[in-house]
């Protein structure tokens, strides 16, 4: 692993020890913090981003801002959810790529870069502050993300293993090697969407094919594989999002939403109900503001060209 940094954090030595705390108690709910408890009826559901913008990660924190990944160059874009208004804030560059997203407390944005890398980014200029070079750019896939104590968690589709890049800007990346019950099948997507355990010291992993969920130890990288109740799999699982013990799998393809209850030890995940809309069109990843989650549509079953439209949708929790 090798660390590129084009210039220091300019946050991380505002952070300090208090902050670094505080991120700690308040991370792994599939957003960085809380945010309002309700939204605005007349803010829309449903948002254009643009022409050929190849979506899959989206991310929200405490405003009303939701930022949007491209798989086409690695640009970022930003809509205010009360207009449905937004605007590159991130230029992209060929050969970068932005998948999964997370947004820290600090304005941080961490991305997931696909091909073996992950970055941070200002979410206030789109400067990009730090580039880390996670493994090898072929035969890796870097998909998704989960903030954690001091950790942004990033998964490897293609690799069995999980990257933790320090929070803030200091420290050095660790890699852990998944094992216990985890099944590592070659030629697809196996780790994609992750959070945190309600208790904060554990991971919850989905492999999307063929469709399991994984309690990972922190200690050891040990997989433990969480029995369903309700449902077989979650084949085609993509983002995860969990408020308490309520997790959220996005399961792409299918066009849903499957929402389980996962017992205290989560050892167990029951199927509680899922949700479906319309306007779903290949949903990937999801994040929250309010009383509403908000899905980015792939369209991964539609042509990708420069001309192929992409929308975001919200739906009600």
Request: aromatic share 8%.
């Amino acid at each position: 692993m090798t660390r590129n940094h084009p210039r220091p954090s300019r946050r991380a030595a505002l952070l300090g020890g208090a902050a670094l705390t505080a991120l700690a108690v308040t991370a792994g709910t599939g957003t960085a913090h809380a945010n309002s408890s309700t939204t605005a009826a007349s803010w829309p559901t449903e948002f254009p981003l643009p022409n050929g913008w190849l979506p899959e990660g989206i991310a929200i924190g405490s405003r009303p801002y939701a930022y949007l990944g491209s798989r086409a160059d690695g640009a970022i874009y930003r809509t205010d959810l009360r207009t449905g208004e937004g605007k590159v804030l991130s230029e992209g560059a060929t050969g970068l790529v932005s998948v999964g997203l997370k947004l820290d407390h600090d304005g941080l944005l961490y991305v997931a870069g696909g091909t073996g890398a992950a970055r941070v980014v200002d979410s206030r200029t789109g400067e990009i502050l730090t580039t880390y070079q996670l493994t090898a750019a072929t035969g890796h896939f870097i998909n998704d993300i989960t903030l954690l104590g001091d950790r942004a968690w990033f998964t490897d589709s293609l690799d069995a293993v999980l990257y933790g890049v320090p929070r803030g800007g200091t420290g050095e990346v660790t890699a852990l090697p998944l094992t216990g019950d985890w099944v590592q099948t070659p030629g697809v997507n196996n780790a994609n969407g992750i959070v945190g355990t309600p208790d904060g010291h554990g991971l919850v992993v989905v492999s999307s094919s063929p469709g399991k969920l994984y309690r990972v130890s922190l200690k050891a990288g040990y997989a433990t594989e969480i029995a369903l109740s309700g449902a077989t799999d979650v084949t085609n699982g993509d983002g995860l999002f969990r408020i308490g013990r309520t997790l959220y799998v996005v399961q792409n393809r299918l066009n849903r939403i499957s929402v389980f209850d996962l017992d205290a030890e989560v050892t167990t995940a029951t199927l509680r109900t899922t949700i479906t809309d319309p306007r779903f069109d290949v949903p990937t990843t999801a994040a929250r503001f309010g009383n509403r989650l908000y899905l980015v549509n792939a369209r991964f079953t539609t042509p990708q060209t420069s001309d192929t439209t992409f929308t975001a949708v919200a739906v009600s929790l």
